[in-house]
């Protein structure tokens, strides 16, 4: 082997390796965040019981690929409990017998490795489109990304819908040499986010579009004989994506049984066409409602120290302004930037910018200020045009880009393993994102099992009073604290433990606590701790 190969396969393990050792041991040390007890228990109903009727607002696949974990687990759960799905989720890690610790980490797994592959869709997406020095730089904003690193080491849905979409353009990219290999990939790999997140509806046409394109470039025959393929490959990538969808679905239950949940909203216009068309099993149709009815409603939001009712638009690009490392962020337009003057990428442009505006778009209008994750695709996409940069010629430039990707390192490797909060430099770091945004930004939930250490390390004996947001339960973590809301203001005296997206959205008695208190610790920045 030569030596030049063999020292690029050694960067790509060295990074895919650093990104596995982030993920896993990341999964280790984190309780459940809000999500993943419903997914995970709604994969235990999957696999032991068959049955769809549980989080019908979101398609099989995530929670089969979840499930492919936890079948190790030797989970027990009551097939005649009937609560709602996030008690279900409850049930099944706290009240059942089982070990939450050894549960969730076989769930993370299943993701954690999809993670990993998706990793090497990113890297040959962007060598088919800028060398392998251009792979390696979008490997390089990839693995090192501190909010794939979070939400791939979790039992969600983000990333998985993300990675199989982009592994559809990718194909649909491939397809421009050998259409017959690469249109079924991409109608499958859609089908697949389809599948997963109904969030990916508005890449649909992007992809089916871009199918046929690709074929018509492939063809040299006359002008009838390639709009026939064209069209013809534009149909099958379709086809074969509804197929998709319909085989996840009776993977759960063969026979498809489903009762229409009560209190659906009854839309109308364009989203009561575009259900009404859609050639899915009634669950999904059903659960494309349940979103409606989320998005009908009025929530509260956090953004630069101000909580808010409602949705500005401009949530979301703020939101990833801070999270995102600023070095990444340079890269990401310079490599656009890049493939717009280079003649021959200009048409890649059209199978990772369209579809990446698309979906955020759709984001900004969307009625939940909840995070970051639900624009995840853009670490993806972005991911590839920035390795674009690797076709400037200019010695000064390849510096820069150097520069710039041990820039994203060193900021991602530095807030190791709180991947969770972490904001970039220009907006104070990690120690500094619970300031600007909450919920899945900065607290999730997820530092349980670390304030139940750091609680029995530092203050033994002293009374806890707990305002925590999540799914955990604090008991099982060895927390004894009592409900500051239960007695008079006068009477709380000792640790007054809030999470920090209840900080953010806090009303008047707790602004009232805490004001009276003093800040005095926090754990995993993502809970402050106050002594009064």
Do not use: C
């Amino acid at each position: 082997m030569p030596r030049r190969r063999l020292i690029y396969i050694l960067a790509v393990v060295a990074m895919l390796g650093q990104m596995a050792f982030a993920m896993v041991t990341t999964a280790i040390q984190q309780s459940p965040t809000i999500d993943e007890p419903v997914y995970v228990a709604t994969a235990e109903v999957y696999r032991q019981q068959h049955s769809l009727r549980y989080n019908p607002e979101h398609p099989p696949l995530g929670k089969l690929i979840i499930a492919a974990g936890t079948a190790f687990a030797g989970a027990e759960l009551d097939p005649a409990y009937r609560g709602n799905q996030t008690r279900l989720g409850r049930h099944l890690l706290y009240e059942s017998g089982n070990n939450p610790f050894h549960l969730m980490l076989l769930a993370r797994l299943p993701v954690i490795l999809l993670t990993l592959l998706f990793g090497v869709v990113v890297l040959l997406f962007a060598r088919d489109l800028a060398g392998a020095w251009g792979g390696l730089i979008a490997l390089a904003m990839y693995s090192f990304s501190p909010d794939v690193i979070a939400h791939g080491s979790l039992a969600t849905l983000d990333v998985p819908a993300a990675g199989m979409l982009l592994t559809a353009f990718w194909a649909a990219w491939r397809a421009r040499t050998r259409p017959t290999l690469w249109v079924p990939v991409a109608g499958a790999a859609l089908g697949a986010a389809l599948a997963t997140r109904m969030s990916v509806l508005p890449a649909v046409p992007l992809l089916v579009l871009l199918a046929g394109w690709s074929a018509w470039r492939a063809r040299t025959d006359d002008r009838k004989r390639r709009l026939l393929i064209a069209a013809g490959a534009a149909l099958g990538a379709g086809v074969i994506a509804v197929a998709v969808v319909w085989f996840v679905y009776l993977v759960v239950d063969p026979r498809l049984r489903w009762t229409t949940p009560p209190n659906l909203p009854d839309v109308r216009g364009l989203k009561r066409l575009a259900v009404d068309l859609l050639p899915f099993p009634q669950a999904y149709t059903d659960g494309m409602l349940v979103q409606f009815k989320f998005e009908n409603r009025l929530f509260n939001g956090f953004l630069l120290g101000e909580s808010y009712k409602g949705s500005p638009w401009y949530y979301m690009p703020v939101a990833i302004l801070i999270k995102t490392p600023l070095g990444m962020l340079a890269l990401w337009f310079g490599g656009l930037f890049t493939m717009l003057m280079v003649p021959r990428l200009r048409a890649a442009v059209l199978y990772l910018l369209p579809v990446s505006v698309v979906l955020l778009l759709v984001t900004m209008t969307g009625a939940r200020n909840y995070g970051t994750r639900y624009a995840i695709h853009l670490h993806l996409f972005l991911a590839v045009a920035a390795g674009a940069v690797a076709l400037i010629r200019w010695r000064a430039s390849r510096v820069a880009a150097a520069l710039l990707v041990l820039w994203v390192a060193t900021s991602s490797v530095r807030t190791y393993p709180f991947y969770l909060p972490y904001s970039n430099e220009a907006f104070g770091g990690t120690a500094q994102t619970h300031l600007n945004l909450h919920d899945a930004n900065v607290d999730w939930g997820q530092d349980l099992a670390r304030l139940g250490q750091h609680l029995r390390t530092r203050y033994p004996g002293e009374q806890i009073w707990l305002v925590y947001k999540g799914s955990g339960v604090p008991a099982y973590y060895g927390i004894q604290a009592r409900d500051p809301y239960s007695v008079p203001l006068d009477e709380i005296h000792g640790l007054l433990v809030v999470s920090d997206s209840r900080v953010a959205l806090a009303g008047p008695r707790l602004k009232q606590m805490i004001a009276t208190s003093q800040e005095i610790d926090h754990v995993g920045y993502s809970i402050r701790i106050y002594r009064r």
